[in-house]
């Protein structure tokens, strides 16, 4: 792509991306930004003033025709010779971090008091990733991979990791030292989980057995049987009375940690179960599974309170937003979904992961592990591809975001010279959430008002 400024016609800045044609071009509103679309399928954005490429989208699979930029400046949109419509964060808005971890996540957590995530796999290092700029921060080896708990204590001072040998470990977050290794379960480490303000460690495994330790000593304090398979996740209430965890055997179970003893048993999962959260208000719990639903249950009751589908695979992780009107899951189809818990409706799906394996041998990228901010603004997921993604996702969870995307998606028709009744037939068509293709049908007389008479 060749630029000339018209006052200097001799000066001529150029863009080099691909060495095929390059069908389609746009310049943002305030001319900072040059939108270039190539014959290689890929769309790329540039810094005019520096003349660099600072972003490049993959998702085409046939020539692009056509890009423009959304109303709002934040979203570009892209049109293929097939009529595919895809829109994508614009550049120099940090809304997706991509970290290469070099290995299959399975499992992590955020600190709850401050900027790190921890992240652990198919390897026999626990990573500690700063969210905010995607640093790897610190690196704590010994493992036997492959690491599947990790918990941060309260204070985010510890955490506590377990591999598949069944032994937990404890380490001091500021320094990376280890502090204390407990030979836990038989088979796999699962889950481990902090409890009363840190002084107490829970952990879960392969055994079916959940048992509590004495952080400082490695003490085993207590344990709770009643699963009969692997025990995946668990999840304290918000209050601190009561533990969740989500077992193969189909169930997922409610104790009563001031006696240690059975509270519930929710049955209602037809496969095994491998997530489960609390609401923050302590009155819901979530469990995910792979009989690729979303089970939401009345913690007081221990009834299902309503069945969320949408997955096409098994669903793995899962979270609540810390205002509880969002929930967020992962699934092996490859795609996270975000949940509005006011309609119990699919607001979103956000399709991360897309990077070829180089690790293991799986030939599908799928998302296992999910993690919320505590602050609620971002997403972290990780997968089979070895990439760690961090989202920002405030601009995903209000409304004026939802109408700015059913907007983008009017306008681009329109900019096809779709008639209203085209666009009516073929808005069902496209990869739309539902909540965005009901506002798309709600904004039409917009653009088409009826004629006066």
């Known amino acids: 792509v060749a630029m000339r400024h018209l006052s200097e016609p001799d000066n001529v800045l150029r863009f080099i991306g691909t060495q095929k044609s390059v069908p389609a071009i746009a310049f943002s509103a305030d001319g900072q930004w040059l939108l270039t679309a190539g014959g290689d399928m890929r769309v790329r954005i540039w810094n005019v003033k520096s003349q660099r490429e600072v972003q490049q989208f993959r998702g085409h699979v046939e020539q692009i025709a056509q890009l423009l930029w959304a109303p709002d400046g934040l979203r570009i949109i892209s049109i293929c010779q097939v009529g595919t419509i895809n829109l994508w964060p614009r550049a120099g808005v940090p809304d997706v971090r991509q970290v290469e971890c070099g290995f299959g996540l399975y499992s992590m957590t955020y600190q709850r008091n401050g900027p790190l995530l921890a992240v652990a796999g198919v390897s026999s290092d626990v990573v500690l990733v700063d969210s905010l700029t995607g640093r790897t921060m610190r690196r704590l080896p010994?493992?036997?991979?492959t690491v599947f708990g990790l918990g941060f204590d309260s204070a985010g001072k510890r955490i506590a990791t377990g591999d598949r040998g069944g032994v937990v470990r404890?380490?001091?977050?500021?320094?990376?030292?280890?502090?204390?290794?407990?030979?836990?379960?038989?088979?796999?480490?699962?889950?481990?989980?902090?409890?009363?303000?840190?002084?107490?460690?829970?952990?879960?495994?392969?055994?079916?057995?959940?048992?509590?330790?004495?952080?400082?000593?490695?003490?085993?304090?207590?344990?709770?049987?009643?699963?009969?398979?692997?025990?995946h996740s668990l999840a304290v209430s918000p209050d601190g009375s009561l533990l969740a965890s989500a077992s193969d055997d189909h169930t997922v179970r409610l104790w009563d940690l001031s006696g240690r003893q059975p509270r519930a048993v929710l049955r209602g999962h037809t496969d095994w179960v491998y997530g489960v959260a609390f609401s923050p208000d302590g009155k819901l719990l979530a469990s995910t599974g792979h009989d690729r639903t979303i089970r939401i249950w009345n913690v007081e009751s221990a009834t299902v309170f309503t069945v969320l589908r949408g997955h096409q695979e098994w669903v793995w992780g899962l979270a609540f937003s810390p205002d509880g009107r969002r929930l967020v899951t992962s699934s092996g189809d490859d795609l996270i979904k975000l949940w509005d818990l006011s309609t119990w409706q699919e607001v979103q799906s956000l399709e991360e992961h897309v990077a070829r394996l180089r690790v293991t041998d799986y030939d599908t990228p799928r998302p296992y592990c999910l993690a919320m901010s505590p602050d609620g603004h971002s997403i972290a997921s990780g997968g089979t591809d070895g990439y760690l993604v961090i989202r920002h996702a405030r601009p995903w969870s209000n409304e004026v975001a939802l109408e700015r995307e059913a907007m983008a998606i009017l306008d681009a028709l329109i900019e096809q010279k779709k008639t209203e009744t085209e666009i009516r037939d073929l808005l069902p068509r496209l990869h739309l959430t539902h909540a965005a293709r009901e506002r798309a049908f709600a904004l039409l007389p917009r653009y088409f008002p009826t004629p006066f008479k």
Not at 142 to 145: A, E, K, S, T, V
Not at 180 to 185: D, S
Not at 198 to 203: E, P
Request: net charge neutral; no cysteine; glycine share 14%.
């Open 142 to 145: 010994g493992h036997r991979p």
């Open 170 to 231: 404890i380490w001091d977050v500021a320094t990376g030292t280890l502090l204390r290794t407990i030979t836990a379960h038989k088979g796999s480490a699962d889950a481990t989980l902090f409890l009363r303000d840190g002084s107490l460690l829970a952990s879960a495994g392969m055994d079916g057995a959940i048992r509590f330790w004495d952080p400082s000593t490695g003490e085993k304090l207590g344990e709770l049987f009643g699963h009969t398979q692997r025990v």
